[in-house]
Nanobody, 116 residues
Framework: QVQLVESGGGLVQPGGSLRLSCAAS????????MRWYRQAPGKERELVAT????????NYADSVKGRFTISRDNAKNTAFLQMNSLKPEDTAVYYC?????????WGQGTQVTVSS
């Protein structure tokens, strides 16, 4: 079955960095685009970044452009989100996502807290 497992979250000071990982299994990872979302308390889930199956194209929310980088390693079935220059407003649970024609799948999420 499809599984997505996020890791790498934690508490970081403003201006710091974190690298999130999403380990995928149960499907042909290299043939699907991947997405990172986040959800802050009391807010709707927000699309943060997307990457195509081969990694050739990426897109970002305006709020993270220039600070976050999405990437993937198809040999290791893993997607990444490098987050630099973190701000308190980046505090959220971060989820990776894969969308199939008939359904999409989510990981359990990893908490990122940006605070001094």
């Amino acid at each position: 079955q499809v599984q997505l497992v996020e890791s790498g979250g934690g508490l970081v000071q403003p201006g710091g960095s974190l690298r999130l990982s999403c380990a995928a299994s149960g499907f042909r990872f290299s043939t699907y685009g991947m997405r990172w979302y986040r959800q802050a308390p009391g807010k709707e889930r927000e699309l943060v970044a997307t990457i195509t199956s081969a990694g050739g194209r990426t897109n970002y929310a305006d709020s993270v452009k220039g600070r976050f980088t999405i990437s993937r390693d198809n040999a290791k079935n893993t997607a990444f989100l490098q987050m630099n220059s973190l701000k308190p407003e980046d505090t959220a649970v971060y989820y990776c996502n894969v969308a199939f024609i008939s359904s999409d799948y989510w990981g359990q999420g990893t908490q990122v807290t940006v605070s001094s």
